[in-house]
């Protein structure tokens, strides 16, 4: 009789001798050999084993991305989920931020994601001509037609359909062109104005009232005007601004979260819950396609006396229609609606907010304003000239980027991506530059990087034409931003606002109140 001493080959031999043809012949003592039935302990075997092989696949992450020697949280080599997590806490500039000033200015924040802070990888990364491939997880971002994909510039995986979309419209966002729609901006101004009037004036004088919810429905009512020649009434109270973007910010969220690991869409798109979610969305998007439809039924062109940007997009069609189909056409318009008007809500919400915590900054703005002698509503073309007005917007864009979306990019196949320090990150690593990071880049914008000050956009009283131009230049090719008016003060000049992250860095919490100069009333302003 053999004899085995408990050990892994004794185990391995029960286990065959179990399972093979010699079982039916050969029988084992009961002191000798498991008891064990042979289907339980091949299926623990198996369990066990593949276990095993998954933690040796785990543990060899650094190994297998080549991404050792980039410094980062040693738990974010193994997972994308603690940037879905990110993400999903609205916090993925913030995040990044605080891993930069820990690990340096090159740091793994992923599985197989590297972020650089130093804005001279912004060309590497995006330059116009050599400008790194997206990669898949921008699909998350596509918008669908009757069950097919529109396309956009935005969503376009590559550079040969980017060109293709862009160029029959390359003309239409030039600001020559922009200039020609400002009646549709004076008109939305006008709107904001007399609403202003009409509310916090008189009984209401002194009421506080929501900056971010405002300047969102300003932005929102103008942006469609300009694209469609009407709005959604949201400032007059015609719509139910609440019920019409509901569910929106919890949208953001989740794309945020999609973009970060595409499979969540894959996986809960045709799911009920996520068919749950739909179905309780606000109206925008219902309303934003009837009246695109209404308009292309018509023939696509305004009734109005200035053409708008579906005019313009319908006249690219005309030239290209091998090119603009109806679907393209679609994507066009929808564009300036969907990504236009969210950035320039954050956009303003930031100006008025970190004026009225800045006394000193807005008094020194309104001054220059009232010297100016500007018209109301002002035209861009005087607009254009005041330089400190220029270096507030400029500065308020810095300090408050207005998205948290990291602009992800693929090193493509080949010899991989070259670091100034001689590193190279391997083909298939995700690398992405955030401006959450590089606008406080310090040896870009100074060692104050974390205090508002438009004065750095300005020449300093000893600094020579050359330096402030070449200091300028720095500062432009760092800025990753997207692409006036009465006194305003904080009902709690204190409070802080708080930056909810999704794809737009939005603020809540933001409150404000009108103080009244002796002039000219808001409501003659407004005629």
């Not at 794809?503 to 808001?522: E, H, N, Y």
Request: hydrophobic share 40%.
């Amino acid at each position: 009789m053999l004899h085995f001493s408990e050990s892994p080959i004794r185990r391995a031999l029960n286990l065959y001798l179990q399972t093979s043809a010699l079982a039916t012949s050969y029988k084992p003592s009961k002191t000798t050999f498991s008891t064990l039935q042979p289907y339980p302990k091949m299926l623990a075997t198996a369990i066990f084993s593949g276990a095993l092989a998954g933690l040796l696949w785990l543990l060899l992450t650094p190994f297998r991305t080549g991404l050792r020697s980039i410094p980062g949280p040693w738990f974010r080599q193994f997972t994308e989920l603690f940037q879905v997590y990110d993400a999903y806490k609205g916090r993925t500039g913030q995040a990044t931020q605080s891993l930069h000033r820990k690990y340096g200015p090159v740091v793994q924040i992923g599985h197989r994601t590297v972020s650089f802070s130093d804005p001279a990888m912004i060309d590497v990364v995006y330059s116009y001509r050599n400008a790194l491939p997206k990669g898949k997880d921008w699909a998350a971002m596509n918008h669908e037609l009757d069950g097919k994909t529109i396309p956009s510039i935005i969503n376009a995986l590559d550079a040969k359909t980017h060109t293709a979309i862009k160029r029959p419209i390359a003309g239409v966002f030039s600001m020559s062109n922009v200039t020609k729609s400002e009646v549709f901006i004076n008109s939305s101004i006008k709107d904001l104005v007399r609403q202003f009037d009409q509310q916090f004036n008189g009984e209401n004088r002194g009421k506080s009232f929501s900056i971010s919810g405002w300047m969102h429905s300003f932005s929102y009512d103008c942006v469609m005007k300009l694209t469609l020649s009407s709005d959604l009434g949201l400032m007059r109270g015609e719509s139910d601004h609440a019920a019409m973007f509901k569910g929106v910010d919890t949208a953001q969220t989740f794309l945020a979260m999609a973009l970060v690991m595409p499979e969540l869409r894959t996986i809960l798109r045709n799911t009920p819950l996520f068919k749950i979610f739909l179905a309780r969305q606000g109206s925008f998007a219902r309303v934003a396609r009837e009246t695109i439809q209404t308009r292309t039924d018509n023939g696509g062109y305004t009734t109005a006396e200035t053409a708008d940007l579906m005019s313009a997009f319908v006249e690219a069609q005309k030239k290209h229609p091998d090119v603009v189909s109806d679907l393209v056409l679609n994507g066009y318009v929808t564009l300036p609606i969907y990504a236009g008007s969210n950035s320039v809500a954050v956009g303003l919400t930031s100006i008025l907010y970190l004026l009225g915590k800045h006394p000193r900054i807005q008094e020194k703005l309104h001054k220059s304003l009232v010297e100016s002698g500007l018209p109301m509503p002002p035209p861009w073309s005087q607009i254009s000239k005041l330089t400190y007005l220029e270096a507030v917007i400029r500065e308020c864009f810095r300090y408050h980027p207005a998205t948290a979306l990291l602009s992800r990019r693929i090193v493509p196949s080949g010899p991989g991506l070259t670091l100034p320090d001689g590193r190279v990150l391997p083909p298939g690593t995700t690398v992405a530059v955030n401006g959450c990071v590089t606008h406080f880049h310090k040896e870009t914008y100074g060692d104050d990087v974390h205090c508002f000050r438009p004065e750095r956009w300005l020449r300093d009283d000893n600094e020579s034409e050359a330096a402030y131009t070449h200091r300028l230049q720095k500062m432009h090719k760092a800025d990753l931003t997207f692409g006036h008016g009465e006194w305003i003060e904080l009902a709690d000049p204190a409070k802080e606002w708080e930056v909810r992250e999704t794809i737009l860095r939005k603020q809540v919490g933001v409150d404000a109140k009108l103080s009244f100069r002796p002039g000219r009333s808001l409501g003659d302003l407004a005629l």
